[in-house]
């Protein structure tokens, strides 16, 4: 036994001078490498982490510009609906009872333009799946947004401004035709 003791406390004094005390097995401390990672995070740490991804797989390059160019489609029409919400608001012009056009054609461009250069600085900084994460996110906003615009807009505005009743008979209709 003291055979055995004395060749742990050789090994234990080499370890010492040779590594890190925390890679000593016989001074490892659950509660001290608990503390330790938890106030930062080393390379023996970062080794251990599984979950993160710093580079660009082709399976993941590929389904990003899926995303993008859904996006950009999209994006595309939504712009074109609103353009056209622009221009038929413009022909009333101030009068009141106009339709309101929302959003400016304009403003969404520079929408867009904050969204796509999110994901390109999100991929630049190789953050995979934040990137993914985020474009998917944006993909399913917009797309909900674009359902919004064509199912859910009713069918029948009325632009026409309120009929005044001062020089109108009431035996007139009340469309034009």
Request: aromatic residues 12%; proline residues 4%.
């Amino acid at each position: 036994m003291a055979l055995i003791q004395r060749h742990l406390d050789a090994a234990a004094a080499d370890d010492q001078v040779a590594e890190d005390a925390y890679d000593n097995t016989a001074s490892w401390n659950m509660c001290q490498q608990v503390h330790k990672y938890g106030m930062f995070c080393d390379a023996d740490c970062q080794a251990l982490d599984t979950f993160r991804v710093d580079e660009w797989s082709r399976s993941d390059v590929c389904l990003l510009v899926i995303m993008i160019v859904f996006m950009g489609a999209m994006m595309l029409l939504v712009f074109a609906k609103r353009v056209k919400a622009y221009e038929r608001a413009a022909m009333w012009g101030d009068e009141p009872g106009a339709p309101n056009p929302g959003l400016p054609p304009g403003a969404m461009l520079m929408l867009f333009a904050i969204v796509f250069t999110i994901i390109v600085v999100l991929a630049a900084l190789k953050f995979v799946n934040e990137t993914l994460v985020f474009a998917v996110v944006a993909c399913v906003l917009l797309f909900i947004y674009m359902l919004k615009l064509t199912l859910f807009e009713s069918r029948k505005q009325v632009f026409l401004p309120a009929r005044s009743s001062r020089n109108t008979s009431l035996n007139e209709p009340f469309y034009y035709t």
